[in-house]
């Protein structure tokens, strides 16, 4: 990403349109739909075409960061929500449902994977004599925190234009607008 100075948030290029010097690929999505349809508010597209652009490269962002360990997203989204609990690092099935917000049959399928691969193992859970805990190795501990290193690298490059507190601004601002699907996940 190039260098820039950094953007308030508040300047007309943000509110308004391009700034001089400040133009990216989604100025010219509104310009060709205003010129198009002129009767239509493209405002959304403003905001949520950058979102969903800015989505598409910090995937391959982190695909890059992942693949240098030899990990699949999927498989760091599992790895890294045991690594977050702390010791033992272990789940339910069901409560990583929650966190990664797959299906039961995926989920199966990815243990079942992370257990060949080493990086996970299943214990009976001690307190539900038909259920099962999932238990992160050494190995999926060490490959969890190497990815989440490579990560933030890439990610606080991605997000070098912007000061402190402009990264803060943000993140508040993208919290808002996340918090109800986030909510509505949680029912």
Excluded: C
């Amino acid at each position: 990403m190039p260098a820039s100075r950094p953007v308030s948030l508040h300047e007309p290029a943000l509110r308004d349109g391009p700034a001089p010097g400040l133009h990216d690929e989604v100025d010219e999505i509104v310009a060709g739909w205003r010129a198009e349809r002129p009767d239509l508010d493209l405002e959304p597209l403003q905001v949520l075409s950058r979102v969903s652009r800015l989505a598409r490269h910090l995937d391959r962002a982190r695909r890059a960061a992942f693949a240098a360990h030899g990990l699949e997203p999927w498989e760091y989204d599992v790895l890294s929500a045991l690594r977050r609990q702390g010791p033992p690092y272990q789940l339910s099935p069901g409560a990583l449902l929650r966190e990664t917000l797959v299906t039961s049959g995926t989920m199966t399928n990815r243990i079942d994977r992370l257990t060949e691969a080493g990086l996970v193992s299943r214990y009976p859970d001690p307190l539900d004599k038909r259920g099962v805990l999932v238990q992160l190795t050494d190995l999926g501990r060490a490959a969890a925190d190497e990815a989440l290193a490579d990560l933030l690298d890439h990610e606080r490059e991605m997000l070098s234009a912007l000061d402190g507190a402009q990264r803060a601004q943000l993140a508040g601002l993208l919290r808002v607008l996340l918090g109800p699907f986030d909510s509505h996940q949680r029912r």
